[in-house]
């Protein structure tokens, strides 16, 4: 696959009242339009927000900053689950792409709620998209969270996660009354490793995600299955890994890095003391739900 050939790339913001984060990456995007090589189309899907995205990017797409704003709204009236929600945006945002009936491009999912580009300048990311673009070995590449990897919700990776940790969690503490906390550090917190857990500056996985991927996609009509979630544990099973399935060489990589939620890596950022409060108030959750 020449690099003539790669030069579109697709970026899908998916929003939903996360105004502040999704404005930095935009104006982000917007000035790497102007940076770079490449041609650029910037599209947001957005679901239900009630802040100020929908305005926002209103007259973003009026001055054509951004491509196209794709309003699907009143999901959650039809869809209790997040991830069917989220499922029905991305695929949606793989249809807009495909209205373009181009092949050989790159596409980049973003979820906006992170700031994802506050540690990354223009020159580093646009080496990123050549060295998937140049390389035949790559099919797609993923960031490293830092200060520990978070997204293991997406990830699968023998050696580290090779199931779907928060799945068998949950159903082990639906069979446990007591010990969530010893359930949660084995399958969640200790699989959130910090980078210096590897070597390889590439690191080949099967699965992952962690706000934005970059994709090289010859025939988007391939895609067949696209974004589909796993009904019978629709909340607890990641639509990324199923996309991903389409995929032979995916890495993580470890000098790419973008700032993880502190919500999701709360107890391994905390000192001893809070990391003690913590298990106390897992445990007495505990009793109180017995």
Known sequence: MHMENLNTIFFV?????????????????????????????????????TDNTKEYCS?????SEIDKLVEIDNLEKFY???????????NAGLGE?????????????????????????FSDFEKIIDNIVESENIDGVFPFSTPYYYDIFALRKSGWVK????????????????????????????????????KQDAIKVTSAFGGIGVYKIDNLNSLTSRYLPDFHNVDMVSEHVNFNDNFS??????????????????????????????????????????
């Not at 209790?80 to 991305?90: D, G, P, Y």
């Not at 799945?167 to 210096?196: C, E, H, M, T, W």
Request: net charge positive; with cysteine; glycine share 2%.
């Open 97 to 121: 792409i495909k209205q373009y009936n181009l092949n050989n491009i790159i596409y980049v999912p973003i979820d906006s709620d992170i700031d994802i580009f506050q540690n990354t300048n």
């Open 163 to 198: 199931n779907n940790s928060l799945l068998k969690a949950r159903q082990l503490k639906n069979k446990i009354k007591i010990g969530s906390f010893i359930i949660n550090y084995f399958y969640i917190f200790k699989k959130q490793v910090d980078k210096n857990y590897f």
């Open 59 to 63: 007259s973003l797409e009026k001055m």
């Open 13 to 49: 913001c998916m929003s939903k009242n996360c105004f502040e984060n999704l404005k930095k990456n935009l104006d982000y995007l917007i000035q790497f339009k102007k940076f770079t090589k490449f041609k650029v189309k910037l599209l947001v899907v957005d679901s239900d927000s």
């Open 80 to 90: 209790s689950s997040r991830i069917e929600r989220l499922t029905i945006c991305r």
């Open 249 to 290: 060489n995916l890495y993580i990589l470890r000098n790419w890095n973008i700032p993880a939620p502190l919500g999701y890596v709360h107890y391994n950022i905390s000192n001893l003391k809070n990391r003690l409060i913590y298990i106390l108030k897992s445990i007495k959750n505990d009793i109180n739900t017995l």
